[in-house]
């Protein structure tokens, strides 16, 4: 029982690059949500998926999209990544609004 | 406009005393309130939660109070210890919406 997995665990991409953030979850959660963590600004949620088949925006969406591709796996892509979009990402499940495990983060460096 | 306010950031109490940290949130739609952890380099771990239908839930060191009119949450730890250094997020959901949001996190140092 893994919890919630996340690849890659560091990315340096160059301005415009695009990349896909893969993230997958064995606990049978229907819930899960993709965060971004920025110094001083807490984890603030990009996209959240109530349910295979369902996303949502969240606080930060512009920039990003998000598939989630089955039960266990919930992607998230940036087409062309900008240096703002700098930070430490982080993919969490859970039962519907309650408290769950997050993965390890990736942590991305746009140049 | 933040909808989960933590207004500390950081927060410094010696071994063995009581920490409490703060939370504070504008949306009255929520129903549902967390705590996490989170060490460096780390993802955040979940520590406590309670429903809006109760004041207070108590797990071990950990209690969370809520106070609905006044739309404030805190969490206490008592008696802290050195390994609960670490940086406390509060988070809110409407149950029924899936959707979670945080704070920004209050440092918590324990000192000896």
């Known amino acids: 029982n893994a919890g919630v997995t996340q690849t890659p665990k560091f990315q340096v991409l160059k301005t415009g690059q695009s990349m896909t953030l893969q993230c997958a979850q064995d606990?049978?959660?229907?819930?899960m949500y993709w965060y971004r963590q920025d110094p001083g600004m807490g984890l603030r949620l990009i996209y959240y998926?109530?349910?295979?088949?369902?996303?949502d925006k969240g606080e930060v969406p512009n920039g990003y999209n998000v598939s989630r591709l089955n039960k266990r796996e919930f992607s998230l892509r940036l087409e062309s990544a900008a240096p703002s979009q700098t930070s430490v990402y982080f993919c969490?499940?859970?039962?519907?609004?309650?408290?769950?495990?997050f993965g390890p983060g990736t942590r991305l460096t746009v140049l | 406009d933040q909808q989960v306010k933590q207004n500390s950031p950081s927060l410094s109490v010696q071994e063995g005393r009581i920490s409490i940290l703060n939370c504070d949130y504008t949306?009255?739609?929520?129903?549902?309130f967390l705590w996490y952890k989170k060490y460096p380099a780390e993802g955040p771990t979940f520590l406590i939660s309670?429903?809006?239908?109760?004041d207070k839930n108590e797990d071990g060191r950990f209690t969370v109070f809520l106070n609905k009119s006044a739309k404030h949450l805190s969490l206490h730890i008592v008696p802290s210890q050195p390994g609960d250094s670490a940086v406390y997020f509060c988070?809110?959901?409407?149950?029924?919406?899936?959707?979670?949001?945080f704070g920004s996190g209050t440092r918590l140092s324990i000192r000896p």
């Open positions: 969490a499940s859970s039962v519907e609004g309650e408290g769950g495990p």
């Open positions: 606990m049978n959660h229907n819930s």
């Open positions: 998926s109530a349910s295979e088949g369902t996303t």
């Open positions: 949306n009255s739609m929520f129903d549902y």
């Open positions: 309670i429903s809006s239908i109760k």
């Open positions: 988070a809110a959901s409407v149950s029924s919406a899936s959707k979670i949001i």
